[in-house]
DNA sequence: TAGATTGTTAATCGATTAACAATC
DNA sequence: TAGATTGTTAATCGATTAACAATC
């Protein structure tokens, strides 16, 4: 068990879809998993998902696979779930209500504490059973809270500058929902959430198809 | 200019970054843009924009760069984006209702024509322009309308039932919301927004950075 | 022309997969 | 024990980057 390896970003990445799928096969009451059955289920190879979770230890059996509730167990805590993070959102329009609203953000890991928006119309109003605070108080809501993880959800123009007040005020990790590509110091993580341009990049496969049929067409 | 090597889908998942920052350009007032510039704006190599774009044809000038209008265009038409996509929504939730205003979406290349939902105190309402149909009119709207495209929001455990309602109905392409990691048949594209994921990602490197400041404490 | 930047090739880097000894 | 499946290594595959001749 050599440990001077560090996983890469990519594996990273799929550790959450591992731990979800722990998740669904708990619930299914299923004790013991292969990596070939979890890697079915999530479309990745089997080899894909040893390597991967050999870069953290030794989670399996021989013969048998792994157990569900402990690799999940040793999953989460490797991905520092064992903690509630505490998160503010800043931006309270359509998609940051949705937000607030959606149950999976009350999830294992996190915890929402605040919402900003600087919409006066706005302030002081509930959403959920949080109240929208002005951006103002961004600064010292998370240093109180030792926040590091933050939602933007504001307009793709502000969204440069109040990313810039979050890590001038401690934030160290931010999902972007705004359509631009923020420029962070080194040492912030950020990850975008962008349908979008998902949208985007699948309707040049769709072009595709439709230029192949109208070529039989012809034919 | 070969054209035989077919261009990898990281690529095609890149095109509609370039896009969108073509487009701000354009916005700003900006002519010409060099690869150098673009890729300061997206965080990537000029490298890698010169290669991307050598999969399609030559774009640039020696000396100059690229023409922002010309160039957006370009792009636009290799992703399909000159004609609208008729696309259906399926779940109106909290998160389908968010979509559905969100703006973002009525944008160049998909355009809504349905939203579905199984609730019967949604059914015959009105979400912004939309009626809310049953999804029993999945099928016949999809084919009346050759629709390729579709977003899947409803609850994780129904996905993956609306998902093959799609497909046999004739869509090709599906943006999921749902936690999970839908099967289908070779020749569906399939694109997940998952900001639980994302967020559990970052968690494991605030995680390890607190790890190291507590070692630093102790030391 | 001189300077800048492209398009493309080859080198490098990194990620995925196949294979198998170890072992439950 | 026999069968199954792990953890790990080495081979393969693919993506990124550096470098530079071509050329605007």
Redesign the interface.
């Known amino acids: 068990m050599e440990r001077i390896e560090i996983p890469p ?1 990519i594996v ?2 799929r ?3 591992y ?3 722990l998740r ?1 096969l708990l619930d299914e009451g299923i004790q013991f998993v292969s990596s070939q059955e979890l890697g079915e ?3 990745v190879t089997a080899s894909q998902i040893r390597k991967d979770l050999s870069f953290f230890g030794e989670f399996g059996k021989q013969g048998i696979g792994y157990d569900v509730a402990k690799l999940l167990t040793h999953i989460e805590h ?4 064992s ?1 509630d ?1 505490p ?1 503010v959102l800043v931006g309270v329009g ?2 940051g ?3 607030v ?2 149950e ?2 009350y ?1 294992k ?2 915890k929402l504490v605040a919402i900003f928006d600087n919409d006066p119309a706005k302030l002081g109003q509930h959403i959920g059973e949080f109240p929208v605070l002005s951006q103002e108080h961004i600064s010292p809501v998370v240093q109180t809270h030792s926040v ?2 933050a ?1 933007v959800a504001v307009p793709a123009p502000q969204a440069q500058s109040v990313t810039d007040s979050l890590v001038e005020a401690g934030v ?2 931010i ?1 972007c929902y705004a ?3 923020l ?1 962070v110091p080194d040492g912030i ?1 950020v ?3 962008d ?16 230029e192949r049929e109208n070529q039989e067409e012809r034919a």
């Open positions: 970003d990273i990445r550790l959450p879809l731990a979800r799928s669904y289920r999530i479309n490797i991905l520092g779930l903690q993070w998160m359509h998609l209500q949705a937000i609203h959606y999976g953000f999830t890991g996190v590091k993880m939602i160290r990790a999902l359509p631009v590509i420029q993580y990850r975008y959430i349908p979008i341009t998902a949208l985007h990049s699948m309707t040049y496969y769709l072009a595709r198809e439709e």
